[in-house]
């Protein structure tokens, strides 16, 4: 989501590399209403985001493997995180503390 400061910091990763680029496949939730109604199902249904909803996070940004396993967490995938984000992934806050 290009308001997220994780997500913008995720993207520029992804950018910067020929080789990230064929890795992964950026979705912004805030580009259109059907990705946010996948994006919410996703978060309704997956045991990955029980910890961010406790927490009150968004739970963006979040990663879908190809085996279908969902991870908040940058380093799972193998991308450097934000350096003030968590060990165990940082979400922007629906109360606005996260971003």
């Known amino acids: 989501m290009k308001t997220c400061p994780y997500c913008e910091y995720v993207e520029a990763q992804i950018e910067k590399s020929e080789e990230l680029k ?3 496949k950026i979705v912004d939730i805030g580009a259109h209403i059907l990705n946010l109604k996948r994006f ?4 309704d249904t997956n045991p990955a985001f029980d910890e961010a909803k406790r927490i009150g996070d968004v739970g963006i940004p979040c990663y879908v493997l190809e085996d279908g396993t969902v991870t908040l967490n940058s380093t799972d995938v193998g991308l450097v995180p934000m350096p003030d984000e968590p ?6 806050s629906i109360d606005g503390k996260g971003c």
């Open 22 to 24: 064929k890795k992964f």
């Open 87 to 92: 060990e165990e992934g940082a979400s922007c």
């Open 40 to 43: 919410m199902r996703l978060r």
